[in-house]
């Protein structure tokens, strides 16, 4: 008598988590997007969303994005890199040199950077991984070696005069090869609705996969809500570029990573062990994580990334600086965390990322469409980094609780 009462509370709490299987936490930074959109766009006139602003917080925050794909995965594993603003500098200062002093073509000198970038993270992995010293001393030490090394490639000048194919990947548009209707590019919707397509369906073999394994799944209702709040905000942002340029170029090279790194770490060996990693070190390393590559894997993935982010940077402001890549890392470690990850790691996604990164942004342009002095949009978004990270931890604790 007494096993089936203690077994009946049970089984209780399993069918219930199976009809209640959403975390209402998971959407609480997507809400604090819409709500800042939306307090901006008041607050502008109606200024944020104008076509050229929008194309603009794209192109502006590219940078940032995808440095926030690298990071991510760093901090998931448990670690930090400090030294992505200056690898983004100083490999910007390489492809600009490989352009215009090795006389190479653009497409070899990107090439030429991402090697770089690959050769930056294996110097950095390698001390991490193989001769344990913690990445934020090593990458604290890269931030200020490759910052050197950018003022002596440049000897603390500038190199322009860039190829404009070049510049196209930061600062241009896809051809309007599908034509217009008046002023729309309609290549820019078809990419939206056939974008607004691959979602819905991956999102739906999803949750028949998770049903099929009996796993718990989304509520009808609030999952026909998502995939449609998705599909509008996408044509809405859609239609918004289709009347300014079309479709930005760095705007397709992020949806490609997004869409490949979301995929790495949630459906493949090497994602899970950096999360096993994260959430417990000793219980991967005694179920046979190999955690030694998996680091050096981690920091080779971030260098390259910061090469792409220079590639990228550069590109967009045409020539080489010895200035660029400033504060980069904070920007990609703050979007990191107001998109969700976890402190001590282990928690962490893309998606949670690029929404960080966006909330930056929208901070970004809508301070600076007030006119609001630099030093207090700085202030702000400490504060608003802050705050993220603090709800995160009390909405943690409450879940605990």
């Keep these: 008598m007494s096993t089936q009462t203690s077994a009946d509370p049970n089984t209780d709490k399993h069918v219930g988590s199976r009809k209640l299987a959403v975390d209402f936490r998971q959407y609480g930074i997507?809400?604090?997007?819409?709500?800042?959109?939306?307090l901006?766009?008041?607050?502008?006139?109606?200024?944020?969303?104008?076509?050229?602003?929008?194309?603009n917080l794209i192109q502006q925050n590219s940078y940032v994005l995808i440095l926030a794909i690298g990071m991510v995965m760093v901090i998931i594993a448990g670690h930090i890199d400090l030294s992505v603003g200056s690898a983004v500098a100083m490999i910007g200062a390489v492809?600009?040199?490989?352009?215009?002093?090795w006389h190479l073509p653009w497409w070899l000198a990107v090439v030429v950077a991402l090697l770089v970038g690959a050769l930056v993270g294996a110097w950095q992995g390698f001390w991490v991984a193989y001769i344990a010293v913690p990445a934020f001393i090593v990458t604290l030490a890269g931030m200020l070696l490759f910052r050197g090394l950018t003022l002596v490639f440049l000897h603390g000048g500038t190199i322009g005069g860039l190829p404009p194919e070049f510049v196209a990947i930061g600062a241009g548009w896809l051809p309007s090869w599908l034509g217009t209707v008046g002023r729309t590019d309609v290549l820019t919707l078809v990419l939206g609705a056939i974008a607004c397509v691959a979602l819905a369906v991956l999102q739906i073999t999803a949750r028949n996969g998770r049903r099929a394994l009996d796993l718990p799944v989304e509520g009808?209702?609030?999952?026909?809500?998502?995939?449609v709040v998705a599909i509008l905000a996408i044509m809405a942002v859609c239609w918004q570029l289709a009347n300014y340029s079309g479709t930005p170029i760095i705007l397709i090279i992020l949806a490609v990573l997004i869409v490949a790194y979301s995929f790495l770490l949630n459906r493949s060996v090497f994602g899970r062990h950096i999360y096993a990693m994260g959430g417990n070190l000793f219980a991967a390393v005694m179920s046979g994580v190999k955690t030694k590559r998996v680091n050096f894997a981690i920091l080779v993935n971030m260098g390259v990334l910061a090469a792409l982010a220079g590639v990228v940077s550069t590109s967009r402001a045409g020539s080489?600086?010895?200035?660029?890549?400033?504060?980069?890392?904070?920007?990609?470690?703050?979007?990191?965390?107001i998109g969700g990850a976890a402190v001590q790691g282990g928690v962490g996604t893309?998606?949670?990322?690029?929404?960080?990164?966006?909330?930056?942004?929208?901070?970004?342009?809508?301070?600076?469409?007030?006119?609001?002095?630099?030093?207090w949009q700085m202030a702000i978004k400490g504060l608003v980094l802050?705050?993220?990270?603090?709800?995160?931890?009390?909405n943690k604790r409450r879940g605990g609780r």
């Design 30 to 38: 997507l809400a604090a997007l819409v709500a800042i959109i939306v």
């Design 40 to 55: 901006f766009e008041v607050l502008t006139g109606g200024r944020l969303l104008l076509p050229g602003n929008v194309n």
């Design 95 to 101: 492809a600009a040199l490989a352009m215009n002093d």
């Design 220 to 227: 009808a209702a609030s999952f026909w809500s998502k995939i």
């Design 320 to 337: 080489a600086v010895a200035s660029a890549g400033q504060n980069y890392e904070l920007d990609a470690i703050a979007a990191v965390f």
């Design 350 to 375: 893309v998606t949670g990322a690029m929404i960080g990164g966006l909330v930056m942004g929208v901070l970004n342009m809508g301070l600076s469409i007030l006119s609001v002095d630099a030093a």
């Design 386 to 394: 802050l705050l993220a990270v603090a709800f995160d931890l009390i």
